[in-house]
């Protein structure tokens, strides 16, 4: 079975696997084709091209497959499988910086996804670092906090990963809410991300795309935010008509906690009968969002996020 974060290969092109939803094709983003302008090599020196989200749905190649904004590559046409977890050792042995997480985190079940998975990152290519299991990931965030507190790992560089994921948020509204979530930092120069993947957890979160209602925003109280880091990141919220706020992108997971108020613009769609609020329905999300209310004002933004919400959607 493929699985949340795998990687798989199609002749020369390389799909990430997205979500848990298997059946006889994989669900998937096209993220690294074969270009005389790439700026990665494989290890027979043939130039590779990075896509963002938007380049890939408008790649020429593998239109069959596209449908909703991904890719559903048949199982009978992929060539090769990229497992991080079981992959995990022979990526050490080839790339130090990973060598070096993996000794960090010693995490019972973890890998390492992304381009130094197949072989094509660049020197400063961030690390994907994987967590199997609730527990795990709770454990590898944790070491991420004492690793700050104890001078073993950097803070992350929150300026590139702004500036490389496109966020729509004023920067200090997007860094108050990535410090505290403790899946980013720097080892050896080099940024990483700690991602979770489920193992044997079954939360009651939709996949499959639903009855588009139009774009809302919305404020209510976070009741359950145990799936804030998955995908979609999930927050059951206490609201009259809407179920729960999903987010697809990156940018949005672990935006806020139980207990909290948060404020959330996007789609709403109506899936099994329940209203979903959908947050990044690209990768590089504009003009949607999910912020913590609390958490801006123990910080004093709301006045500047107030500011950039009129700036951003003056009619």
């Not at 669900?27 to 270009?35: D, T």
């Not at 749905?57 to 090769?80: A, I």
Request: with cysteine; hydrophobic share 40%.
């Amino acid at each position: 079975m493929i699985r949340h974060r795998d990687f798989i290969r199609v002749g020369d092109f390389y799909f990430s696997a997205v979500g848990y939803s298997r059946g006889s094709s994989v669900r998937c983003l096209l993220r690294y084709v074969p270009s005389d302008e790439g700026d990665r090599l494989n290890s027979e020196g043939r130039r590779y091209k990075k896509l963002s989200h938007a380049e890939a749905l408008r790649y020429p190649l593998f239109e069959e497959f596209k449908r909703n904004g991904v890719f559903f590559v048949p199982m009978d046409v992929v060539d090769e499988i990229y497992r991080p977890d079981e992959r995990l050792e022979e990526v050490c042995e080839r790339d130090g910086v990973v060598a070096r997480l993996a000794d960090f985190f010693r995490l019972r079940r973890m890998g390492v996804t992304g381009s130094r998975l197949i072989g094509l990152s660049k020197g400063d290519s961030d690390v994907d670092f994987v967590a199997y299991g609730f527990k795990n990931f709770e454990k590898g965030r944790l070491k991420i906090k004492e690793g700050f507190e104890e001078g073993t790992l950097d803070p992350p560089d929150l300026v590139k990963v702004y500036e490389r994921r496109k966020v729509n948020l004023p920067f200090e509204v997007f860094r108050v809410h990535e410090e505290r979530k403790f899946n980013k930092a720097k080892i050896d120069g080099v940024n990483f991300d700690l991602l979770f993947v489920r193992e044997n957890e079954t939360p009651p979160i939709p996949e499959e795309m639903g009855v588009k209602m139009g774009t809302a925003t919305i404020l209510a109280e976070v009741t359950d935010s145990r799936f804030a880091f998955d995908y979609p990141a999930c927050y059951f919220v206490d609201h009259p008509e809407i179920e729960a706020v999903l987010s697809y992108t990156h940018t949005f997971i672990g935006q806020a906690f139980e207990g909290e108020v948060l404020e959330a613009r996007g789609v709403l769609e109506e899936i099994d009968g329940k209203l979903y609020l959908i947050v990044g329905t690209l990768r590089e999300s504009e003009n949607e969002y999910i912020v913590s209310m609390n958490l801006l004002k123990s910080f004093n933004l709301e006045r500047e996020f107030a500011i950039w919400k009129v700036k951003t959607f003056k009619r």
